[in-house]
């Protein structure tokens, strides 16, 4: 069993929705489909108010390399392109399409192919025209990742489906369910990528799914159960005992790693020529009736998710998209899935722990995987001491929460560190 | 009539995590409290219940305290958070059972006021408030400090049939002043003594006497991961090692189990607020109070030196932290650093 890296925590799982069977969900009556839904410039809008739609058309055309298209994930007309409330940067040029309640595709798509009589140049361009990016949360473009620069010598493509978030399993039923198209999308990065080495890592409390894809007969890492084992670095670490040096990629150490979520959708382009127009999300909390995993339209609101799932308990104190570590919290539920969204957490309860004095216990020292002093970092970005807190490497923290999580103090610490690295940026723009 | 619009409820919004653990500060105290208390029990057997008066005294002093000052200063009474109940009880702990009344008084009060709140209160003081109280006592009454002890329950001071003058520590230090040196120290390492030693039989301070008491608190704070392995370990382990290496009449386990080093190195050197945060740093600062602990004890002028060898090490501690910084992830040795 694998665990390799320092600092983590044990966070309670509650993955009970392992049990529940992905679930499709009809398509909603309208869809809000941000333009910025990736890492990188938006994607520069191809169509306008009045236009008429069709599932799978591009609506988007991404913005330079780093940068991915959107498309309409329902068919209907374009009511407006408008600003709306964005889940991750509050609110954002998005296209709202009002169903023509017929799902119409374009014609382009669903011709079924063989994906080998492509050549790898010809998958990387079919999947950023598909619009894929990273499906674990980053949403960083997929074709960037499938094109390293030349002098990068890769060896290893590891697959995550670690899913290490609590709560969320959206990762561990489309490995339970859609195992053979998960590889055979992994086999096409395997391709493009031209590496030896194809790895599985799952942690062990998924042993079903470990079980599935040692079956299949391909390379499983199975690791021990951590918070955050699923976090790039972390996971090349205990799997290939490689450090991904400071400021670097997994490139750089001669890796590439991509979600399970991820191969998913890129098979589904090469075979089908299907852009990436749903994604599977894991909805629970004690706030909605019925915790399930869902199939929904990018672009769906959260609401009319919350209505397919019977609806609100209660009024909702929270609700939070992303997983309870590293999501974030919404204050509308007007807000849509985005490509990028893996779970949506709806709470009855919004207690807020005061903030108290530091008490120097190191707690937050023993469970940062970056190893850095998060009480120190967060004592001179609270003094405005920006050049220390970047002394002290707030730049390497990758605001898994660790820290915040095991404060006694209940500490805001990845509050602070998001302003500090904020400012820093600020700065080295002036 | 007035239209009246639906105003629509936003949810609660803050940062990520929005899990926590069940950690929180006041519940830490409490334990380490709850931890300290078999021995308590133990010395109130031993010395009689005048012990448990006086830790209550110097308790409410130093909750009282603290209260006082927080209200004059127009602060947030946190009394609640336990930090100075522990405070009270440690500086107790250090305070010989035949002391006067008032003198767990002054020295809690002192400690809250001068160590603690006047820095900023809890997580802001930079040497133990309770090691400080002590340290102030004995500067001003050192009499009262070093005379008051009494004997335990059936048993002697020294812990050895006959001789009822001298703790085993001060015997140690001056076995002359006390009859035949090569029979004293002989007896002082004689089993009989270790075990009075290890079960608490001897004269002493009011909580440091019982190793056994001790040793199943701070195990169990161990277990809890409330303190740091490293600085026990540290302080004990550099500790035994130099009492072994270095010329001194008593036995490693005489050294290990008397005076005030068990309490020192489980309850006092852990101390969150005043020891490194570093995991390097926890292993210098344990080792240096293991170091400063047996110079003084070997040829310091007083025969016990754990309070003020921890006192000099909570004083290194920024430094510590400062020259010892974690290793960041990703980080690499400089290139050609040692040509």
Redesign the interface.
Known sequence: MLSGF?GG?H?SENKETGECTIEVMPAPKKVYIPFSQHTGKPAIPLVKKGDDVKIGMKIGEADGLISASVHASISGKVIDIVDHPHPVIGSACSCIIESSDTEEWVKEVNAERDPASLTGKQLVDVIKEAGIVGLGGAAFPTHVKLSPPKEKRIDTLLINGCECE?VLTADHRLMLEHAATIIEGAKIFQRILDVQNLIFAIEDNKKDAVATFKQEGVSVAELKTKYPQGAE?QLI?AILKR??????LPMDVGCVVHNVGTCHAALIAAKYGRPLIDRVVTVAGDGVKESKNVLVRIGTPVKSVIDFCNGYVS??????L?G??????????DVPVIKGTSGI?I?NN?R??EE????????C??A??????P??ICGFVKNKNIDMANA??VL?CI?C?CC???????I?L??YF?YGKSEIWRRSKK | MEKVEEV??????????????K???S??MRIVTIALLPALVYSAYLYGPRVLLLTLISILAAVGAEAMLQRMLGKKISVA?G?AVLTGLLLAYNLPPGAPWWLPAVGSAFAIIFAKQLFG????NFINPALAGRAFLMASWPSLMTKEWLAPVGGTLSGIDGITAATPLSLLKNPANYGDPQIIVRQLNDFETIRNLFFGNIGGCIGETSVLFLLLGGLALLVLKII?YRIVVGYLGSFALLAWLLPTPGSVLFHLFSGGLVLGAFFMATD????????KG?WVFGIGCGVITIIIRLWGGYPEGVSYSILLMNVFTPLI?RLT????????KRKGAKK
Request: some cysteine.
């Open positions: 320092a925590v966070p609590p670095k670490k450090e991904v040096p400071r400021g670097g009024q909702p104190e929270r609700v939070i992303g309870p570590m590293m999501g974030i919290a919404q204050y509308s539920d957490l709470w919004a807020i722990s108290g004095p530091c008490v120097r216990c190191a707690a020292v023993d940062c995987p970056m190893g850095l002093m009480t120190e002290y490497g390497d605001e929460g915040a999580y095991e404060c006694p103090a209940a805001p990845v509050h998001k | 629509k409820k936003l949810f609660v919004v803050s940062a990520s995590p929005h899990i926590r653990s950690h929180k500060t519940t830490a958070d930090s209160g809890l997580g802001y740091d969150w607020v005043t020891s490194p945060i570093t995991r926890r932290d910084k974690e290793r960041i992830f990703g980080e690499q």
